[in-house]
């Protein structure tokens, strides 16, 4: 176990290495969707959150402790999606669980020589993780690394960072995604084994946007209220779904065979990927407000090398 953990440890270092200053930091939820803002403001309280602290350039703070039950998780699947130093020994850790999804966690001494925890808390390792607390941070008691999938490695690793990007840009915290967290772990195995990264990441997009509630049946038509035609152009709204072009249209342009390929998750026809590839570029990019994916843009620029 401890060889695949240095292993892991030692591609995540290298490719780090080579994305020199990559930060996959936390927006606000309200630069990610307008529609989750009144679900925001709710649970805000009088001093600055964590996620506000990461968006802002600032390192997250710890929340202050409030009147609440607290709150005791054992054998809870997950993976770490980032992490920030904490103080001279420790870390704050942002997680992916199965059942309580997106949580920021504080992992104590993790940064000394000899913790357990110091090898355990690497990206695109399975964990089974026990946490307690009553604030918006919580405690790391133990994280073991559970085994069963491969190591990333080389573009697959990068894809990783990518996917990581992705659901801290996107996720609600303290909110759970089952589904999502099911697709994430079968992307991750498929990365590993070399399967077709640009269909891999179609597959992921689609679900990350569906379980985040920003894109419903692709299949349904918004105008003619019916099942859209394979061979009818049709362009996709962010805000009202398909409709059929009318005129010039700025948004892009894809076959209704497209839109029933992704439904069905079938990326092997050349038209499917290219057109699939522009629609999610320009779905993620309206919900992100422009706002640059990091791990995007490494890619590109290392492809022109």
């Known amino acids: 176990m ?23 930091e936390p927006l606000l939820i309200s630069e990610v969707s ?27 703070k710890l929340a202050k402790r409030v009147a609440s039950k607290e709150i005791r998780v054992s054998s809870q699947p997950g993976f770490v999606l980032h992490s920030y130093p904490y103080k001279e020994t420790s870390l704050l850790v942002d997680v992916f669980s199965r059942d309580h999804g997106r949580i920021m966690l504080v992992a104590k001494g993790a940064k000394r020589p000899h913790s357990q925890l110091r090898n355990a808390l690497q990206t695109f390792q399975p964990l089974s993780m026990n946490w307690s607390g ?17 190591p990333l490695e080389k573009s697959a690793l990068l894809c990783g960072f990518y996917l990581n990007e992705l659901l801290v840009k996107f996720l609600l915290r303290d909110e759970p995604y089952p589904i999502l967290f099911d697709l994430y772990v079968s992307t991750l195995n498929q990365l590993a084994h070399n399967e077709p990264a640009p269909i891999v990441l179609r597959k992921f997009e689609l679900g990350l946007l569906r379980a985040s509630g920003l894109v419903g049946d692709i299949t349904y038509c918004n105008l003619t209220k019916k099942k859209i035609v394979s061979d009818i152009l049709y362009t996709f709204n962010p805000e009202n779904g398909v409709r059929p072009i009318q005129g010039k249209e700025k948004m892009p342009h894809v076959l209704g065979q497209t839109l029933l390929d992704m439904h069905d998750g079938e990326y092997l026809d050349q038209t499917t990927q290219m057109q699939s590839k522009m629609l999610m570029r320009f779905l993620l990019a309206h919900h992100l407000h422009g706002i640059p994916l990091n791990t995007r843009q490494i890619l590109i620029d290392l492809q022109k090398l």
């Open 34 to 60: 307008n529609h989750r803002v009144e679900r925001q403001a709710e649970t805000q309280t009088e001093s600055q959150t964590p996620i506000q602290s990461i968006a802002s350039g600032q390192r997250p």
């Open 134 to 150: 009553k604030s918006e941070i919580r405690t790391l008691s133990s994280a073991e690394w559970v085994g069963g999938m491969l």
């Open 2 to 24: 401890k060889q695949v953990c240095a292993l892991t440890a030692t591609n995540n270092q290298a490719m780090t290495e080579q994305v020199t200053d990559l930060s996959i």
